[in-house]
C-alpha cells in the first residue's frame, strides 16, 4: 500500500549547519507531496509542497525537490537557527483528502 | 479568522470515563480530519468526513465515534477510554480534498492532549 518512510531522528545540528531529511514515498501515480512541521506545543502547519515531479517546494529557506525517478522529496536547508527546533513530517496525499504521513524527525539545533 | 480551534487543551480520564474532543473550524471547509499523533510515530488518521451528515472510518477508528451535524463542528468521542487511547489528538480542515487538488493544504488545530489512566 501506499506509505511515507523518513529518516530516523533525532537530528541535532549547530547553528548554520547545513540540514538535509529524506524522505521517500510508495505510491501509486504521481501525487503531490508535503512537508509539515510542528514546533513545539503546537499543532502542524504546511511547511511547503510539489505537485508535480521535478517541481521544487521552498518556504522559510527549506526547499524540497520532487524526484519521481528516487520516488524521494528529501527536505534541506543552508543554514538552520534555533528557531528551526522543531519536528518534520513528509507527508502523501490519498483519495477522499487523508493524508499518510511519516513518522517525524525531531530536529534540535543548538546555538 | 480563529482556523481550527480543539477544545480542551489537556485532560485526564480514568478507564472507563467517557469524553467528547470538541473542533470546530470557521474556514467553511468541507472536509474535516481526526489524528492522534502517538510519541514517535507520524499522525494515523480516526475519522473523516467530506461534509455535513456524512463520516468514515480512517485508520484507526476502534473506540472512538464521531458526528458532523453542521459544516462547523467535528466533535470525536471516546465512549469507554483504555490506556491505548493516551494520546495526543489532532482535528483538521480542509476545503477540498487532497488528490483531487493537488495542492490543498490541510488545516491543523493545537492538539488535546489526553491521559487514561
Known amino acids: 500500500g501506499d506509505s511515507v518512510t523518513q529518516m530516523e531522528g533525532p537530528v541535532t545540528l549547530s547553528e548554520e549547519a547545513f540540514l538535509t531529511i529524506n524522505c521517500t514515498y510508495t505510491?501509486?501515480?504521481?501525487?503531490?507531496l508535503f512537508w509539515y512541521v510542528q514546533y513545539p506545543g503546537e499543532g502542524l502547519q504546511l511547511l511547503l509542497k510539489?505537485?508535480?515531479?521535478?517541481d521544487k517546494g521552498s518556504n522559510k529557506g527549506f526547499e524540497a525537490t520532487y524526484r519521481k525517478e528516487t520516488t524521494s522529496f528529501h527536505l534541506e536547508k543552508g543554514s538552520v537557527q534555533v528557531s528551526d527546533s522543531a519536528v518534520y513530517f513528509c507527508a502523501l496525499p490519498r483519495e477522499g483528502g487523508k493524508l499518510i504521513f511519516g513518522q517525524g524527525t525531531t530536529l534540535q539545533v543548538k546555538p | 479568522n480563529a482556523g481550527v480551534t480543539q477544545t480542551p487543551k489537556f485532560r485526564i480520564l480514568k478507564i472507563g470515563q467517557s469524553m467528547t474532543l470538541q473542533c470546530t473550524q470557521d474556514?467553511?471547509?468541507?472536509?474535516m480530519y481526526w489524528y492522534r499523533q502517538d510519541p514517535g510515530m507520524g499522525l494515523k488518521l480516526i475519522y473523516y468526513s467530506v461534509g455535513a451528515g456524512i463520516t468514515d472510518k480512517g485508520e484507526v477508528p476502534n473506540g472512538y465515534n464521531v458526528s458532523r451535524s453542521t459544516t462547523e463542528d467535528f466533535p470525536l468521542r471516546l465512549e469507554l477510554a483504555a490506556p491505548s487511547q493516551t494520546s495526543v489528538y489532532f482535528c483538521a480542515s480542509s476545503l477540498v480534498p487532497l488528490r483531487d487538488s493537488k495542492g490543498e493544504t490541510q488545516y491543523f488545530g493545537p492538539g488535546t492532549r489526553l491521559l487514561v489512566l
Open positions: 474556514m467553511n471547509h468541507n472536509y
Open positions: 510539489a505537485t508535480k515531479a521535478d
Open positions: 505510491a501509486t501515480g504521481y501525487p503531490s
